[in-house]
């Protein structure tokens, strides 16, 4: 059973967007499934590189568009961002260093900001983008 099931109201309203969320989601349902069949922690450092990697690509697309229209939220979204990525990366150069394991609580944390931050941070900008052409 994955992780995080996808569902409509996830999505924002901007195609691009909400097929980057989707990708997101999928990633962190691979990682969960190869923790929960016993890959070994090559499998799971390349799979957490991957959705570390996608998300950093994930919020330059949003960033840019934010930039691009002077989104009011900007500076805000951007600081949850950098926060998230600092977190991550964190974690993730403990990992490689075998200072820590990749265990459910990671996992969990990873889904529940993605979840909170989609239905709460990123849906305020759908309306936003889409006013400026963005759909």
Known sequence: M?????????????????????NLVSYLNDLHFAMTQGKGNSIL?????RLVAYTQVHFETEE?????????GYVYHKGEHEAFVKKVADFKAKFEKGQSALSIDILIFLKEWVFNHILGTDKKYGPFFNKHGLK
């Open 64 to 72: 840019k568009y934010m930039k691009q229209w002077n989104y009011p």
């Open 2 to 22: 994955p992780l995080m099931q996808w569902n409509d109201s996830f999505t924002v309203g901007v195609a691009e967007i909400d097929a980057q969320h989707k």
């Open 45 to 49: 450092q390349s799979l957490l590189a």
